[in-house]
């Protein structure tokens, strides 16, 4: 829809502000890093790690920001279409984000409502 009103070679300047936009670094994910810390996290950004599924705005969002990413193939995009996006290079792929969790694929911490006898894994 901008692209008619503004043209491409204009000398006035679109900002982008969402996780894969150009100053998407010093909005979304400094604020998300700025919540990490109110949480008590140092928030050295070497152990810092964004999830998503999209190479435009997921992965593009963690390197502006000096994360490291992990492409999740359950949404949008898929590690084998990596090569079209040569900028933004996800770090680490999971198949979902289930695979990320410290139990496994998967396996999730039981839960107990009031009165259940709850499950196994």
């Known amino acids: 829809m901008l692209r008619p009103v503004v043209p ?5 300047r679109i900002l982008c502000c969402g996780k894969g936009g150009n100053v998407g670094a010093s909005f979304m994910m400094e604020q998300a890093i700025e919540m990490l810390k109110q949480q008590g996290h140092s928030g050295e950004r070497d152990t810092i ?6 190479f435009g ?3 593009r969002g ?6 490291k990413s992990c492409l999740v193939e ?6 084998r279409q990596q090569d079209f996006y040569p900028t933004d290079r996800a770090t680490y792929w999971a198949p979902s984000v289930d695979y990320i969790h410290p ?5 999730y911490e039981p839960s107990f409502d ?7 894994l």
């Open 8 to 12: 491409l070679e204009s000398q006035d």
């Open 103 to 107: 139990l496994g694929p998967g396996r």
């Open 114 to 120: 009031s009165g259940s006898q709850g499950h196994s």
């Open 62 to 67: 963690a390197a502006h920001a000096g994360l």
């Open 57 to 59: 705005t997921d992965v």
């Open 49 to 54: 790690m964004t999830v998503g599924d999209r």
């Open 74 to 79: 359950s949404g949008c995009e898929q590690i």
